[in-house]
């Protein structure tokens, strides 16, 4: 199944080749999690701060518990620091 990964400010480093801006549409296994997705673009998870599916917050203890659907699109920001 095809999702839609949006990764913004310093995590748009791990996007694939293939990556437009800083999106790029993946084919993964049905029924995969955010947290497979942030391990096979080797994103360390400490880095993954705010993850969306379609606009809704992932909580950090749910990043394996929810399965992605055909066409879903899938946001991760980093931490935000400043003052």
């Given at each position: 199944?095809?999702?839609?990964?949006?990764?913004?400010?310093?995590?748009?480093?791990?996007?694939?080749?293939?990556?437009?801006?800083?999106?790029?549409?993946?084919?993964?296994?049905?029924?995969?999690?955010?947290?497979?997705?942030?391990?096979?673009?080797?994103?360390?998870?400490?880095?993954c701060h705010l993850v969306l599916i379609n606009g809704n917050y992932v909580p950090p203890s749910q990043l394996e518990q929810v399965a992605l659907k055909?066409?879903?699109?899938?946001?991760?920001?980093?931490?935000?620091?400043?003052?």
């Open positions: 199944m095809k999702v839609t990964v949006k990764l913004f400010a310093l995590l748009a480093q791990y996007l694939p080749p293939h990556a437009k801006e800083n999106q790029a549409e993946l084919e993964v296994e049905e029924g995969a999690s955010p947290g497979v997705i942030i391990d096979r673009l080797n994103m360390p998870r400490a880095n055909e066409g879903d699109a899938l946001a991760i920001w980093p931490p935000v620091a400043g003052g």
